[in-house]
């Protein structure tokens, strides 16, 4: 059996998920298969509480899809590794765990939009470049491209790159908001990481009902979000966490959080 071309690692509550498929981590359905075992293995991780995405690989992220394979499947075949990985990456989204894509090379097409569905996107100051060109194949960008990175970067801003196709630097994409923080080229996958563990060291629980609260009161009326937004801060008075941090507070020292 092969090397899987996606790997899961760990560094204390820090989950790492690794795409390493030289020479660009271009991929097709085994690739997808291999990153959706990945995500479930962190989701199922109760020890893990962030998570970064990376490259294994020095000067690409991700191309994307694998042009030839899309070129001898059917158009079945080829929508079969869409859905399939539109359901890997939805997990993202869906788990309370906090994702960050570190990118220091080109992010193109499909690799955009793996790091796309990541909650945060960390990149290095290098010359690489990032976009959704696949209007330039006569297709549209469909691993959730059209989807997630309108609600990112808003609509004229979104639209004006993939249907140009256009692909731009890391400093564009921070200016445009695409990128939340530009590192050091040298130093980009370090203060990923060094970010993700100070997350990890905070009220996790807190976090994660946080990001359940925004996701998914973007979809719904104000009232409807108000009253999620109720529904999911009324347990936490009962945390553990929410304990120690209010009274840590009253104390006047640092708390002290364990994710319970």
Known sequence: ????????????????????????????????????????????????????????LEKFFSAGADIKAFQANSTEGNMKMIRFAHNALRKMANSPKVFVAAIGGFALGGGLEMALACDLRFAGDGDYKVGLPEVTLGLLPGNGGTQRLPRLIGCNAALALMITGEMIGPKRAHELGLVDRLCPQDSYLDDTLAYARKLAS???????????????????????????????????????????????????????????
């Open 202 to 260: 905070g009220a996790t629980l807190a976090i994660g009902r946080i990001k359940q609260a925004v996701y998914e009161g973007m979809e719904v009326s104000m009232d409807e979000a108000l009253a999620l937004e109720r529904d999911l801060m009324a347990p936490l008075f009962d945390t553990e966490d929410a304990k120690e941090g209010i009274a840590a507070f009253a104390e006047k020292r640092q708390p002290t959080y364990t994710g319970r």
């Open 1 to 56: 059996m092969s090397d899987p071309r996606v790997t899961a690692s760990f560094d204390g509550a820090v989950g790492i998920i690794t795409l390493n498929h030289p020479k660009a981590n271009s991929y097709d359905l085994s690739f997808m298969e291999d990153l959706d075992a990945a995500i479930d293995a962190m989701i199922q991780n109760e020890s893990v509480r962030v998570v970064v995405m990376r490259s294994g």
